[in-house]
Structure formats: structure tokens, C-alpha cells
């Protein structure tokens, strides 16, 4: 038999033996073989190019940054790779506001292949903990829409928004000194927060803040492979599979965190500009990154993109229908999700976050499928699913170190500051239902509890000896 039949057999016995794999929900089509777009991978078998496992993805806050970390959470279990969390007394976040240490790891998720939970950038300490060959990634959101969120979602817990009137935002935005703390523990939400996120000085001196905006634009840049743009993220995820030369099925998702329209509030004639104005480090990083996402676009090629928008959106909708009974998915209020470990954290009464609820009785989501804990973690909350990750991984490393002896967990002591331990026992004896964090001020918001309580069912699903794939 020549070499180019026995070529063909072996592309034919892949696609078959994909198609059957995957029951059908991720039956591409044959047109991904032809496109032009370089390197474009509809299975391993296609590319001599591995797959890079090594991501610490920065997650700001209000950026579309929960739907990535989901991604993130699904291709880690796919691939059995280890994701950085927590340790307990920081919750879901590392100790946000605080700036990130190592020490806030939690040691059952050592040595990490990705990070991406919330916190506080510090190059220095992720270089300590990633390996060398680290991709850096974060996301970014158009300041106008995105304070507009913040102030909605923060404000009950962010002071600077407390304080204002009515809570109304242009009420702010008319006079922002007259309610803004710049040293509050919660100021982060009020100003400048992709800049504080990635760990730069959200209240620089106006007399150089020129100078200084363009020194940490060109320092982000550095530090970044890809800054992702939140408006258009579906453009952003085709940048990031050819970075971390991923398949397509790897890149999809269903959009979570969300608010009702209700909860959302248009913005009236000047007030974008007077939010850019407020957060100007923010706008100027922004528009540079926008700028840039556009012409890595324009350098990949208009047709390539085009073609790989439109099977990432078509693999999407099938991923989705096959979830969903056929259908699309229904967005439904907490009260309205009859399964715990899908219910999305409430701010506050005057937010309403939406999730989503799987249908009952169907082929596809029989629970202990192997359809179903895909379905499950594609919307599975942040909180739920960092706390099903972190058991399934403390399970992993025991069973990785059965003659160890058991380190004990840090005192809290040593990883929060006096004050902030006083802090968390006040929140503890407060003990509301979920909070949002940052865990480690006195006035921030309370941590979700549950944390280190016994593990959910979906939990021992998970952490069984065999991994699931999503």
C-alpha cells in the first residue's frame, strides 16, 4: 500500500474514531481541514505542535474574567493538570485586595501548571510559582460598561459607593473626591481597577500620570502574550487558541456572571467620558490593548478569523443544544435553579446574577454521565467549581503522597495580618449566605462559607480515580 493510502486510512480512522468519542456533540466539520488559518487543530493527530499547558491567566474583575476561568477549570480536568488555588482562609480569591505571594497557594495545588483566580498581579511571586515557560494572559473590559458594573455589583460593599446618594452613579461621577477613599480596603472597586488588578498604582500623582500610564502600558505588554478584549471575546478566544495552540473544542464555553437587564442601568449623554476621565490609566490601557488585539487580528488574516469565528460559534451551539435538551439554555434567577451547586452568588438584593439549570430527565444529563459533568462544569459557578477543584486536587496529591507525612495547613495567622485575622473571625460570626471577596480586610466583603466543609456530590464525582472529561 503507498504511503499517501495509508495516510488516508489513518485520517479516516481518527475522524471516525473522534466523532464516536465524542458522542456527536463535537462532530466538526471536514471544513476545518481546508482553511488557511495556520495551524488550525480539530485533533491532536492534525498538528505536530503540542498543546501549551503552562497559563497563568490574570482575572480582572468585571471583565467577562469568570467565563475564561471556566475555560481554564474545564481544559485543566481534560487534561489533568494541576490549577493554583487558594489556601482556605483566602476562599475562592487569593487574598484579593492583597498582593499575590506564594504563600497563599494552597500546597495541594503545587507544583501548578495555571493560575486563575482572582488577585493582586505580582510578576516577581508568579514567576516563583509558574514554570519558566509560562504563557501570561489577562482580560480587559471597555471602562464605561465596565464601571458602570462595578458600581452596580459593589455597591453595598464598596464605600465609596455606599456613600453615595440614592446610589446613583452620576451622582457620583459629579463629585467622585467627595465619596472616594483612596486608602479604604475596598477603594480598589472605585477607581482605576484593571490598573490595581494588574498591580499598578490605581491613584498615580497627576503630575506624571502621563508618563507613568505609557511606562506600565509598555510594562503590561511585556509581561503579557495576549490581552484579551471582553467586547469582543469571541475574537479574543482565536487569538488565544493559536498562543496556546489548542483545539477548537477547547475554546468553548457559555457566558456566566451574569446580570438581568434590570440589574443594568444605560448610561446617559457624558457619562462614558467622565467615567474615562475618573479612570483614565484604565482607558489608556484599554485603547492600547484594543488597539493591539485588532492588528494581531488583521496579521492572523480576515478570512482565517472570519472562517474560525464561525465553526467556534457553530461548535458552540451544538455543545449547547446537546446540554440543553435541543434547546438553548434558559437564564434563571438563583431562587429559580433547583441544584445548589449552580446557583450564582447574589451581590445584593438590588442585583440580580442569572445562571443556569439543566434540564432533568434526558440522555445527555443523566447524572454520572460522562454528558452530564460536562454539561455540569460548563456552568458551574466560580465558587463551586474552585471548591470541587480544590478537593478533587487535595484527593490527587494524596494519592500522589501516600508515605508523606501531613503538613498542616498555614495558620491563618501567618498568612493574613492581625488585624485582618480579627477581620475574618467578625465575617465568620456574621455568616452570611456567599460573598463575592476579597476575604482579607475587615470591610470587605465576606468570603463564601462551605469552603472547607465536606464535599459536595458532584465533588466526590469528580475526584474519583478516573477524571472525568468534560
Not at 239 to 266: A, Q
Request: proline fraction near 8%.
Amino acid at each position: 500500500m503507498s504511503q499517501k493510502k495509508i495516510f488516508l486510512v489513518i485520517v479516516a480512522i481518527s475522524t471516525v474514531s473522534l466523532l464516536l468519542h465524542h458522542g456527536g456533540h463535537f462532530s466538526w466539520t471536514m471544513e476545518a481541514l481546508h482553511l488557511s488559518c495556520p495551524s488550525l487543530r480539530t485533533h491532536p493527530s492534525f498538528s505536530l505542535k503540542p498543546k501549551h499547558t503552562n497559563v497563568a491567566f490574570l482575572k480582572t474583575h468585571k471583565t467577562a474574567s469568570t467565563t475564561m476561568q471556566n475555560l481554564f477549570f474545564r481544559f485543566a480536568e481534560r487534561h489533568n493538570l494541576t490549577v493554583a488555588l487558594p489556601v482556605q482562609a483566602c476562599g475562592h480569591q487569593f487574598c484579593y485586595p492583597r498582593t499575590f505571594s506564594t504563600h497563599l497557594v494552597h500546597p495541594h495545588t503545587l507544583p501548578p501548571n495555571m493560575v486563575t483566580s482572582h488577585m493582586r498581579f505580582n510578576r516577581a511571586e508568579m514567576q516563583r510559582l509558574m514554570p519558566n515557560d509560562t504563557i501570561y494572559v489577562t482580560i480587559l473590559r471597555e471602562p464605561g460598561s465596565m464601571f458602570e458594573s462595578l458600581f452596580s455589583y459593589y455597591n453595598q460593599y464598596c464605600q465609596s459607593f455606599k456613600r453615595v446618594p440614592n446610589g446613583s452613579l452620576e451622582a457620583f461621577l459629579d463629585e467622585p473626591w467627595r465619596y472616594y477613599r483612596p486608602d479604604e480596603n475596598d477603594s480598589m472597586y472605585a477607581r482605576n481597577t484593571l490598573t490595581f488588578d494588574l498591580g499598578g498604582d490605581k491613584d498615580h500623582p497627576e503630575a506624571d500620570k502621563a508618563a507613568y500610564a505609557r511606562a506600565f502600558v509598555a510594562k503590561t505588554e511585556r509581561v503579557f502574550s495576549l490581552v484579551m478584549i471582553a467586547e469582543y471575546f469571541d475574537e479574543s478566544l482565536i487569538l488565544l487558541r493559536h498562543l496556546l495552540s489548542w483545539d477548537l473544542e477547547d475554546m468553548l464555553y457559555v457566558k456566566l456572571n451574569m446580570r438581568t437587564s434590570g440589574s443594568k442601568h444605560s448610561l446617559s449623554p457624558g457619562l462614558p467620558a467622565k467615567i474615562r476621565a475618573w479612570n483614565n490609566l484604565d482607558a489608556r490601557l484599554y485603547d492600547h490593548f484594543n488597539a493591539s488585539l485588532w492588528r494581531q487580528l488583521a496579521a492572523l488574516g480576515p478570512a482565517c478569523v472570519a472562517r474560525e469565528l464561525r465553526l467556534l460559534r457553530r461548535a458552540q451551539e451544538k455543545l449547547v443544544r446537546g446540554c440543553f435538551d435541543g434547546g438553548l439554555p434558559q437564564l434563571r434567577s438563583a431562587a429559580q435553579i433547583k441544584n445548589k451547586e449552580l446557583r450564582p452568588w447574589q451581590p445584593s438584593a438590588k442585583v440580580d446574577i442569572v445562571g443556569y439549570d439543566l434540564p432533568t430527565n434526558t440522555n445527555a444529563t443523566r447524572p454520572g454521565s460522562l454528558a452530564h459533568e460536562l454539561c455540569l462544569k460548563l456552568i458551574m459557578p466560580e465558587v463551586q467549581y474552585t471548591r470541587v477543584l480544590l478537593r478533587s486536587q487535595s484527593l490527587r496529591y494524596r494519592r500522589s503522597y501516600p508515605l508523606r507525612s501531613p503538613q498542616p495547613q498555614q495558620p491563618i495567622r501567618s498568612v493574613l495580618s492581625r488585624r485582618q485575622h480579627v477581620g475574618m473571625q467578625q465575617m465568620h460570626r456574621q455568616a452570611p449566605p456567599l460573598g463575592p471577596g476579597p476575604a482579607s480586610s475587615p470591610t470587605a466583603t465576606p468570603r463564601p462559607p462551605g469552603t472547607q466543609s465536606r464535599a459536595t456530590r458532584v465533588g466526590l464525582r469528580s475526584a474519583g480515580p478516573q477524571r472525568q472529561t468534560p
